[in-house]
T-cell receptor, first 114, second 114 residues
Framework: KAGVTQTPRYLIKTRGQQVTLSCSPISGHRSVSWYQQTPGQGLQFLFEYFSETQRNKGNFPGRFSGRQFSNSRSEMNVSTLELGDSALYLC?????????????FGEGSWLTVV | TQLLEQSPQFLSIQEGENLTVYCNSSSVFSSLQWYRQEPGEGPVLLVTVVTGGEVKKLKRLTFQFGDARKDSSLHITAAQPGDTGLYLCAGDGAGGTSYGKLTFGQGTILTVHP
């Protein structure tokens, strides 16, 4: 069974540009969440989607947005990129979101903003 | 505010030694997950603990969830160089209000010298 797949793996963008990252969850998983990982802040929750609805959101500015499609695939978008947005962006999926449901991570998308 | 305090942050030991990593919180979690992450990759799930007082063993790794579901520990017996990596604890369902939101500890960077 394929794991969580994220594309692209690496990308470099310029300040002010926007970026879209894609995530395909494990087959059958309906909950998709996104995290940002940086050396200084560690892993921080961005948002979670279930059945195309955002159910939970972390403390990030509105420049960070996401969506989920009917096939559970998800995308996240960051607009007006800043240098501080350079990070590893991780997508994770689980069957449903709730107590004891194991969350599996993809390999991540490395974003560098120059 | 860091809900999950993970310690120690750095651990450098010799092959064959034992070690324990701690994860403490004032919040109650529905479940707690331990991950291991290699540089440039996503976190890989090691174990999920759900029941207070639960102990799970994975070869030389022993995981324990506190009775009150506020803390957890990871014990590695006879560490090997292949155990080197970043170990992360993550709590799910803090305060019973989160969906898909894992709260991560700061991580423990373990280095096992041959």
């Amino acid at each position: 069974k394929a794991g969580v797949t994220q594309t692209p793996r690496y990308l470099i963008k310029t300040r002010g540009q926007q970026v879209t990252l894609s995530c395909s969850p494990i087959s059958g998983h309906r909950s998709v969440s996104w995290y940002q990982q940086t050396p200084g802040q560690g892993l921080q929750f961005l948002f979670e989607y279930f059945s195309e609805t955002q159910r939970n959101k972390g403390n990030f500015p509105g420049r960070f947005s996401g969506r989920q499609f009917s096939n559970s695939r998800s995308e996240m978008n960051v607009s007006t990129l800043e240098l501080g947005d350079s990070a590893l962006y991780l997508c994770a999926s689980s069957l449903v979101a709730g107590s004891g449901n194991t969350i599996y991570f993809g390999e991540g998308s490395w974003l560098t903003v120059v | 505010t860091q809900l999950l305090e993970q310690s120690p942050q750095f651990l450098s030991i010799q092959e064959g030694e034992n070690l324990t990593v701690y994860c403490n919180s004032s919040s109650v979690f529905s479940s707690l997950q331990w991950y291991r992450q290699e540089p440039g990759e996503g976190p890989v799930l090691l174990v999920t603990v759900v029941t207070g007082g639960e102990v799970k063993k994975l070869k030389r790794l022993t995981f324990q969830f506190g009775d009150a579901r506020k803390d957890s520990s990871l014990h590695i017996t006879a560490a090997q160089p292949g155990d080197t990596g970043l170990y992360l604890c993550a709590g799910d369902g803090a305060g019973g209000t989160s969906y898909g939101k894992l709260t991560f500890g700061q991580g423990t960077i373990l280095t096992v010298h041959p």
